[in-house]
C-alpha cells in the first residue's frame, strides 16, 4: 500500500490553468479507473472534487477535471479562483484504498 | 440534509483500547460502503478501513489490520470503529465518509480526534 506521487506544491494566477499530477504504478492508477481527488481547505474537512477519473459530483464547477495516462492522474484546474487555494489529495484503488500525500495550490 | 457525526474520540493510553461512532442521517446508510479516514496533525489523508453496504466486503490498512475492527449497525444508522492496541502514530483526527461506490468518498464528517500518549 505505497502512497501516490503528488507535488508538494502547485502555484497559478487567478484566470490561469493548472495541473497537479499524481504517480502511481501498473499495480494501482495504471490498473484501475478509480482515481479520484478531493480539495481540503484548512480546518475542514475534505471534499470529492473528482471520481472515476474524469467524473464531477453535482455541484463541483466544470473548471475541475480529471485525466490519466498510464500510472498517472492529473488534475487540471481552469480560470484559478482565490477560493481554489487548498490542499489537494489523490487517491486510487489498489486492493485497498492509497492516498497521495497531498499538494498545496496557491493562488497568487 | 446527508449528515455525518463522529463521535469517541479523546486522549488514550498506548496499548489502550478506543470505539468510535458516526451517525448517519439524510441519507438510505444500508445502500452505500462507509469507511473511516484518518489525518495525523499536519500531514495528509489516510485510509483506514471501509465496509461495504451489508458488510459483505471489509478492508484494512496494513498499518491497522489486526488492530482495528469496523462494523455497522443498519438499525441505528451508524458506523463503527473500534481500536485497540492504539499506538503514538494512531494520534489523527479521524473521519467518517460515505462511500460513492467502494472507490470515492462523497459525504465526510467533521471527524473526532484521537490522541494516543502517556
Known amino acids: 500500500q505505497s502512497a501516490l506521487t503528488q507535488p508538494p506544491s502547485a502555484s497559478g494566477s487567478p484566470g490561469q490553468s493548472v495541473t497537479i499530477s499524481c504517480t502511481g504504478t501498473s499495480s494501482d492508477i495504471g490498473d484501475y479507473k478509480y482515481v479520484s481527488w478531493y480539495q481540503q481547505h484548512p480546518g475542514k474537512a475534505p471534499k470529492l472534487m473528482i471520481y472515476e477519473v474524469s467524473k464531477r459530483p453535482s455541484g463541483v464547477p466544470d473548471r475541475f477535471s480529471g485525466s490519466k495516462s498510464g500510472n498517472t492522474a492529473s488534475l487540471t484546474v481552469s480560470g484559478l479562483q482565490v477560493e481554489d487555494e487548498a490542499d489537494y489529495y489523490c487517491?486510487?484503488?489498489?486492493?485497498?484504498?492509497?492516498f497521495g500525500g497531498g499538494t498545496k495550490l496557491t493562488v497568487l | 440534509e446527508v449528515q455525518l457525526v463522529e463521535s469517541g474520540g479523546g486522549l488514550v493510553q498506548p496499548g489502550r483500547s478506543l470505539r468510535l461512532s458516526c451517525a448517519a442521517s439524510?441519507?438510505?446508510?444500508?445502500?452505500?460502503?462507509m469507511h473511516w479516514v484518518r489525518q495525523a496533525p499536519g500531514k495528509g489523508l489516510e485510509w483506514v478501513s471501509g465496509?461495504?453496504?451489508?458488510?459483505?466486503?471489509?478492508g484494512y490498512a496494513d498499518s491497522v489490520k489486526g488492530r482495528f475492527i469496523i462494523s455497522r449497525d443498519k438499525a441505528k444508522n451508524s458506523l463503527y470503529l473500534q481500536m485497540n492496541s492504539l499506538r503514538a502514530e494512531d494520534t489523527a483526527l479521524y473521519y467518517c465518509a460515505k462511500g460513492k461506490g467502494f472507490h470515492a468518498f462523497d459525504i465526510w464528517g467533521q471527524g473526532t480526534m484521537v490522541t494516543v500518549s502517556s
Open positions: 487517491s486510487s484503488y489498489a486492493n485497498s484504498l492509497v
Open positions: 439524510g441519507f438510505t446508510f444500508d445502500d452505500y460502503a
Open positions: 465496509i461495504s453496504w451489508k458488510s459483505g466486503s471489509i
